[in-house]
């Protein structure tokens, strides 16, 4: 829309692309007498990255107008320029400020106006009521090197996420003609595409949470940083990893953790091998499109899924001694990809071997138990047990089917619906 009115202005001869810019001062001191026609009674700023804020007296809440290609368009004197401007986005202008009038002080989303067209789309979704959000300062002193007002901690984090960026971070205000709200986010400008990261819940618990400032943002900014970092690693693309999931009477696969573009093949009993993208691979192909990139269900993709799966959860650790408890079970935990250890049957030789035989069961996707193949009775006690630990796994469940190591791999023992 920006861009439209300032070509619009340029067919009507009051800019040129060829002419010398005026002084940023006097462009900015311009801006701010035209805008005072329209603003009402709002506050106004005309940030130092040629952003202008009308901002409501009554709730702080912003509308934000990008300038920079006006300026980098103006004539020595673009008086008529900036006039032309405002009258022809006094409407757009007033509709807007009546979109922020009518958000609540503890609004801190970030929502688009568009003219003419779809209204408003958000860009940051609100995280949730905050009347605290811009009333910090000094006096709320959580960690006096990290700035709290929405300004500096905006400039903060785009700073710190740049030092990891291969593109451009800007404030999210730039980008869009009009936009509404906190502004709390940045964007990563790619040549295709721009991301977007939000940090209005980081900033929200750095004003209302004591301390929460030097645990959540250094955190906030290292998660960013590895997905920026993958940018730089084409084989971060083809990342990929497998977990276990049921099949189901359809002939797919049941599962919280589906997601569209796995792929599935029969692994052993009722489990399937789930092949998926991992989420930084997700990340990074919904930002650059790659022909070459591997496809979860070919062969080539169950093979990378394998070999990434098995360097991630590589060394099976004390957790797989001997069992030492009483009733003969042992237990292992670990991320969401721990049970996908059932699928690598060179780990479990060793303890199989030192056992002389073993059952196994996963009833989460993060939990495995195992035990000494002691014949129907153990394969009772540790289904029992597998079903105890998957009624409290949640969105983790996963089965309580006792498997039977058969020297290669897998067999089934005892149904997960033995006994019921």
């Known amino acids: 829309m920006l861009a439209r009115a300032i070509a619009l202005l340029g067919v009507l ?69 900036i006039d032309g401007f405002f009258q022809l986005n006094a409407q757009s202008i007033a509709q807007a400020r009546a979109v922020r009038d009518a958000r609540d002080a503890g609004a801190d989303g970030l929502e688009e106006y568009v003219p003419g067209e779809a209204g408003t789309r958000t860009i940051i979704a609100r995280s949730g009521p905050n009347t605290n959000q811009n009333t910090a300062g ?9 700035p709290i007002g929405v300004d500096d901690f905006t400039e903060y984090m785009r700073a710190k996420l740049q030092l990891y960026s291969p593109y451009p971070v800007v404030p999210i205000t730039e980008l869009y003609g009009f936009s509404i709200g906190q502004g709390l986010g940045v964007a990563v400008v790619l040549p295709e595409k721009r991301a977007i990261f939000p940090f209005a819940y980081v900033h929200r618990y750095c004003v209302i949470v004591p301390g929460s400032c030097e645990i959540g943002v250094p955190a906030y900014i290292q998660a960013r940083a590895r997905e920026l970092e993958a940018l730089r690693q084409p084989e971060k693309r083809n990342e990929m990893l497998a977990f276990l999931a049921l099949k189901d009477g359809a002939g797919g696969y049941r599962d919280a953790m589906k997601r569209k573009g796995d792929a599935a093949r029969p692994a052993f009993g009722d489990f399937v091998e789930v092949c998926a993208l991992s989420e930084l691979a997700r990340w990074t192909r919904a930002l650059r499109s790659d022909p070459a990139d591997a496809v979860p269900g070919s062969p080539a993709g169950f093979a990378l899924c394998e070999r990434d799966t098995a360097h991630e959860i590589a060394g099976m650790g004390a957790a797989y001694e001997a069992p030492t408890a009483a009733d003969g079970i042992g237990m292992a935990q670990g991320d969401k990809y721990e049970s996908s250890r059932l699928l690598f049957a060179d780990q479990w030789r060793p303890l199989a071997q030192r056992l002389g035989g073993l059952l196994v069961a996963a009833p989460a996707h993060n939990a495995i138990v195992f035990a000494r193949d002691g014949g129907e009775a153990m394969a009772a006690a540790l289904r029992d047990r597998a079903r105890d630990i998957k009624a409290r796994s949640g969105a983790e469940a996963l089965s309580s089917t006792v498997l039977r190591w058969n020297g290669n791999g897998w067999n089934v023992a005892l149904d997960d619906d033995a006994g019921r």
Not at 45 to 67: C, G, H
Not at 70 to 78: F, V
Not at 138 to 146: A, L
């Open 13 to 81: 001869g009051v800019a040129s692309a060829d002419a010398e810019p005026p002084p940023a001062a006097a462009f900015r001191d311009r801006v701010v007498s035209a805008a005072g026609r329209v603003a009402g009674r709002d506050r106004i700023v005309f940030r130092d990255d040629l952003v202008l804020e009308l901002t409501t007296r009554a709730t702080d809440q912003t509308v934000y107008i990008p300038l920079a290609d006006m300026l980098a368009h103006c004539p020595a004197d673009c008086r008529a320029a």
């Open 138 to 146: 000094d006096g709320f002193g959580r960690n006096r090197t990290i």
